[in-house]
């Protein structure tokens, strides 16, 4: 077995290469295939970023057209889902809904098993899954709520489609609001990829065996909803509304923050590779306010929220341990004054991931990557006997 290097955590271990997503931590950068998140969130929209990532260049505009008509054609889910979703209580957690109903694609589409499948039936899979989780996600909210759920519109743009299955009711239309639908495709750019993250590596480790693109999504999700990775956008809002029931006292919490006894910490603040501004942070603060502004929202938890980015960003003890507000310090109020509920936000989350997934999936499978096995450093016993119940 040889010599075997510890890094708990991966903290300085490379996984993989990758063409995908560059960024550099210290500096503040990141870059979906070399573009600048900054230009991707003001110029582009999901859908062609999606292409982007899982493609590697950006589409003509025939591409594109064609990428995103299949995915309005694909939004439809089989019936036989409803079952499933029918069968989940109504207090069941979206995240979890979501991730069993994607591994349950694997029995709609069979063929999504077979780890040699030819460029246009991946493709095809890559467009169900693209299509299809927004029709589950959205309903796996209309069930949190006991309503029943909203078909796809196939005129819609992706958007647009999601907000009508989410909000629509049988007596009333969704009127689609463009400030709502600009501020959902920049959202979901900003989540689209992050190199190496835990759920990512998930989604890899678990396709390294050859499992099929759904399952192995399903495993990302399951390793997104953790509140350390994509449950800390809920865990922000929950943490800024506890400040504000408390008397919105934001020097208090800091100093909790910073009690090593006490073990709460300021959600959306620190990040694994950013040790500088996370530069998603920057344009979801710039946006929520515009958003805010232009729906003429007052939201207390904002000024909340900018009062303890503002303490911390002064304090020692996040500047010496290079602690500033990542992506979900602000992405959470955006999503509540569009009307999502909080504990939608995850699941918004692994909307915004999915196409990062399904590239790095592509990506390691065209690399002929060999199966992912990390190896240990054993500390139990050494060799004992055996002793039988009677005489232990
Ligand atoms: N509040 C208070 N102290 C913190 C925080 C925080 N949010 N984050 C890190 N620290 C302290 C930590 O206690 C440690 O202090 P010391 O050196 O005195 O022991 C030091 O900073 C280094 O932290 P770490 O936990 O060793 O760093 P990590 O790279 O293992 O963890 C993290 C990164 C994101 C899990 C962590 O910063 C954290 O828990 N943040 C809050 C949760 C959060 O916002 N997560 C979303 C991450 S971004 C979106 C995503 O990728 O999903």
Request: negative net charge; proline residues 5%; aromatic residues 10%.
């Amino acid at each position: 077995s040889g010599y075997i290097t510890l890094d708990s955590g991966y903290k300085n271990t490379g996984a993989t290469t990758s063409a995908i997503t560059f960024l550099d931590g210290e500096k503040g950068i990141l870059r979906y295939r070399g573009y600048p998140i900054e230009q991707l969130a003001e110029k582009s929209n999901f859908i062609e970023v999606a292409y982007l990532l899982i493609y590697g260049s950006l589409p003509t505009a025939d591409e594109l057209n064609d990428f995103s008509n299949k995915i309005r054609l694909h939004t439809l889910v089989n019936e036989d889902m409803r079952k499933i979703l029918d069968g989940f209580p109504s207090a069941a957690h979206p995240m979890g809904i979501l991730s069993a109903l994607i591994s349950s694609l694997t029995a709609f589409y069979p063929e999504s098993l077979n780890p040699n499948q030819s460029k246009e039936e991946l493709d095809l899979s890559i467009i169900r899954l693209m299509a299809k989780i927004s029709t589950i996600a959205a309903w796996s909210y209309k069930n949190s709520i006991g309503h029943p759920v909203n078909y796809p519109k196939n005129k819609l743009d992706y958007c647009s489609n999601f907000l009508h299955m989410m909000f629509a009711y049988p007596t009333e239309d969704y009127e689609i609001n463009p400030v709502v639908v600009d501020a959902l495709n920049k959202l979901l750019i900003l989540h689209a990829d992050h190199e190496q993250n835990c759920s990512t590596s998930t989604v890899r480790l678990v396709g390294s065996a050859n499992a099929s693109l759904y399952s192995s999504v399903s495993a990302g999700i399951s390793a997104l909803w953790g509140p350390l990775h994509g449950g800390a956008n809920q865990a922000v809002i929950e943490m800024l509304e506890q400040i504000k029931a408390d008397g919105g006292d934001s020097k208090k919490f800091i100093a909790k923050a910073k009690d090593k006894d006490d073990p709460f910490r300021l959600m959306g603040f620190g990040h694994r590779v950013y040790k500088n501004f996370d530069p998603r942070a920057k344009i979801i603060k710039k946006a929520a306010d515009e958003v805010l502004t232009a729906l003429g929202i007052n939201d207390p938890i904002l000024d909340i929220a900018k009062e303890l980015e503002e303490a911390a960003l002064n304090d020692p003890y996040f500047v010496d341990r290079k602690l500033y507000p990542n992506v979900d310090f602000y992405s959470g109020i955006i999503y509540r004054a569009i009307g999502i509920p909080t504990d939608m936000f995850t699941v918004m989350f692994a909307l915004g991931r999915l196409p990062g997934w399904i590239a790095q999936w592509k990506e390691m499978r065209e690399n002929k990557e060999p199966i992912g096995r990390p190896r240990q450093v054993y500390t139990g016993e050494t060799e004992r006997d055996y002793i039988p119940v009677e005489k232990r």
